[in-house]
């Protein structure tokens, strides 16, 4: 059994009721692996069981040793968490016309590779990251995917307001108090705080603000985190809600998939990694 701060647990227990019992003992449940393949590079594996929302999702049977597969290597497949993957959803109404998207905060390079395989072949991905070591990580990545239409930039949010309007897509993946890493690395537990918290959440609310104006009218703006806090997540949005016309995109989501949806300042929020997604009429103004 994982064992949580004390404020942790009680913000949880507040927000799930008699659901708390369950989710606590979720976080020593053993973990499931999974990995999306390059279907450029590859034919559907056999034996796998396919995650229901990513169309090249598959859970594995058990973890190998991926560092020592030359598979892993040449980009036949990534890594990735299944909920992660959930993205896919949000792009299945626009595949088949040509895009800007800009994944601002891309590192490893997970959602980057992801969305430069749905996106069709003349359009432009710009995978971002500010912090250099991890941009050449991403940009490592990227070239093993072997999509040529990316572009790997290391800027701050806020330099790609000199972009009034050029992108259709705006996938911000911000960096959180990582909660949702609980179960997979019990030693985030120890570098968790209120106070962190609380700065993860200002810095948000930076990240929206600075890259807002490059967003297109009409465009869609996607929120996730992998943490639990209201404060990065719902609270946010509305927030964003109150400076900005943004308007929900509602998806159709299967009961069996289990997924859950609540809402924030009237805009309903996607359950599930905490995906937000906002429509934008005008710039930003704050």
Not at 10 to 16: E, F, G, S, T, V
Not at 41 to 61: A, I, M, R
Not at 237 to 264: K, N, Y
Request: aromatic content about 10%; charged content about 20%.
């Amino acid at each position: 059994m994982i064992l949580l701060p004390n404020s942790f647990e009680n913000r949880m227990k507040k927000i799930l009721g008699p659901e708390y019992h369950a989710f606590s003992q979720s976080l020593s449940a053993e973990i499931s692996h999974s990995v999306r393949i390059n279907r450029k590079k590859t034919e559907e594996p056999t034996g796998l069981n396919p995650v229901p929302y990513s169309d090249s999702g598959f859970y594995l049977t058990q973890r190998p040793v991926y560092t020592l597969d030359p598979l892993f290597h040449a980009g036949v497949y990534y890594v990735q968490e299944s909920s992660s993957m959930f993205l896919e959803q949000f792009f299945l109404h626009f595949t088949k016309k040509k895009l800007r998207v800009l994944d601002l905060c891309a590192a490893p390079g997970g959602k980057s590779t992801h969305l430069s395989a749905l996106l069709p072949d003349d359009s432009l991905l710009v995978s971002n990251e500010v912090i250099h070591s991890r941009a050449r990580v991403l940009s490592e990545n990227l070239k093993k995917w072997g999509k040529p239409n990316v572009v790997v930039s290391c800027n701050d949010p806020g330099d790609f307001s000199r972009l009034p309007g050029f992108f259709d897509v705006i996938v911000v993946d911000a960096p959180c108090s990582g909660e949702g890493l609980f179960r997979r690395d019990p030693s985030a537990v120890n570098e968790w705080s209120e106070s962190n918290a609380d700065h993860c959440a200002g810095r948000q609310k930076r990240i929206l603000a600075g890259v807002w104006p490059a967003l297109a009218n009409n465009g869609m703006l996607i929120y996730s985190t992998c943490t639990y806090n209201p404060a990065e997540n719902e609270e946010n949005i509305s927030w964003l809600s109150q400076f900005a016309p943004v308007e929900a995109v509602p998806l159709e989501i299967p009961d069996e998939w289990g997924i859950v949806t609540t809402e924030a300042n009237g805009l309903p929020v996607t359950d599930f990694i905490r995906t937000k997604y906002v429509e934008k009429g005008t710039s930003l103004q704050l």
